[in-house]
């Protein structure tokens, strides 16, 4: 097992830097305990390797006219997620399952001032994965592999999402009365080379109002709605 992570940092001048991040992990000889001896019983349960590649750029800039800030991030990330099983007779089929997941992310996200009690935050981001799998079964006796069967993940499948969101904090009065709304509209679409195609999208919320009473106390009220999206996993 090992992994490491490097990172590179770049300031132009006084309102604009550029940073670059890398990291890597690999484990191998993983193995599911609860699947083997003392659990289900198999010969085999192994997560073997398990890998994950991930880099990003981010490139910022401050004081650009109006606004306080402007960002833009890209970045990519790989996941290889192998599993071998056998149940617990000898002579059963031992399954190799191939799944690597690649998804690339591109973001971008803005801050301004409304004058010098309200600040605002806006911005938007696409995701957009794919998947490469197979799955073949071995015979224990004669060490012979059998046809690609179907993977626990359809190759060549793609999850994309889409979002825009919007936030805004207001002191309506300084160092006493805070309050803090946003919403984001995000949409997702999962495809595969079967013809299985699935889109759903939602609207999501945040307000809050803080009172603070004293510098050690609080009044907090919330009002929010979430969404999880069913991935490809689902």
């Known amino acids: 097992d090992f992994g490491g992570s490097a990172r590179v940092g770049v300031k132009f001048d006084t ?4 940073s670059l ?9 993983g193995r599911r305990y609860a699947k083997l001896n003392g659990g289900n019983g198999n010969l085999r349960s192994g997560f073997d390797p398990q890998v994950l ?10 004081a650009l006219g109006w606004l306080d800030s402007l960002a833009a991030t890209v ?37 301004s001032h409304v004058r010098s009690r309200q600040v605002l935050g806006w911005g938007a981001e696409l995701f957009d994965e794919s998947v490469r799998s197979r799955l073949h079964r071995l015979n224990p006796a004669t060490a012979v592999a059998g046809p690609l069967e179907r993977p626990r993940f359809p190759n060549r499948a793609r999850y994309r999402t889409v979002a825009a969101y919007l936030q805004d904090t207001a002191d309506l009065v300084p160092g006493r009365w805070r309050l803090t709304g946003g919403g984001r509209y995000s949409a997702f679409r999962y495809s595969d080379p079967a013809g299985v195609l699935m889109r759903t999208d939602d609207l999501t919320y945040y307000a809050g109002s803080s009172y603070f009473l004293t510098p050690a106390l609080t009044l907090n009220a919330i ?12």
């Open 53 to 62: 590649d991930f880099f990003y750029g981010r490139y910022e800039r401050r």
């Open 223 to 234: 009002a929010s709605r979430g969404f999880r999206a069913p991935n490809i996993a689902d």
């Open 15 to 18: 309102h604009q830097d550029l």
């Open 21 to 29: 991040y890398y990291a890597r992990g690999q484990q191998q000889g």
């Open 75 to 111: 970045s990519f990330n790989r996941i290889r997620d192998d599993r071998q099983t056998q149940s617990g007779d000898p002579a059963s089929a031992i399954t190799f399952d191939f799944a690597r997941t690649d998804s690339r992310g591109y973001q971008v996200q803005a801050t």
